[in-house]
């Protein structure tokens, strides 16, 4: 049974810094990329990072580039935990978050390849 949960949200004042968090397991692959997501209020879902098995290889939307790093640590039989260190945090960073395991080890910052999600962590970013 795949689950997929994130972790780590919360209320913050502008400029101010979070750390997210997801743990991924029984994924029917081995080795996979993971991302991040997010979806304002109105707005539609856009990734904002993404990154492969190894961690090797991280992505970027420029919205976040330099401000978000994503990292994970990964343990037996395809479990993985996803990290997104989000810092000087803006008004327009607030949103739904969601992690989503890909069906391959490659990445996308688009929404294709994405099966699995998890029932995502809420963000506020407040002046």
């Known amino acids: 049974q795949v689950q997929v949960e994130e972790s780590g949200g919360g209320s913050v004042q502008a400029g101010g810094s979070l750390r997210l968090s997801c743990a991924a397991s029984?994924?029917?692959?081995?080795?996979?990329?993971m991302a991040w997501f997010r979806q304002a209020p109105g707005k539609e879902r856009e990734a904002i990072s993404c990154?492969?098995?190894?961690?090797?290889?991280?992505?970027?939307?420029n919205s976040v580039k330099g401000r978000f790093t994503i990292s994970r640590d990964n343990a037996g039989n395809a479990k993985s935990t996803l990290y997104l260190q989000m810092n000087s945090l803006k008004l327009d960073d607030t949103a739904m978050y969601y992690c989503?395991?890909?069906?391959?080890?490659?990445?996308?910052?688009?929404?294709?390849?994405?099966?699995?999600w998890g029932q995502g962590t809420q963000v506020t970013v407040s002046s």
């Open positions: 990154i492969t098995w190894s961690g090797r290889s991280t992505y970027y939307a």
């Open positions: 029984g994924l029917p692959i081995d080795n996979y990329a």
């Open positions: 989503a395991p890909r069906s391959y080890d490659a990445c996308s910052l688009m929404s294709d390849g994405y099966d699995y």
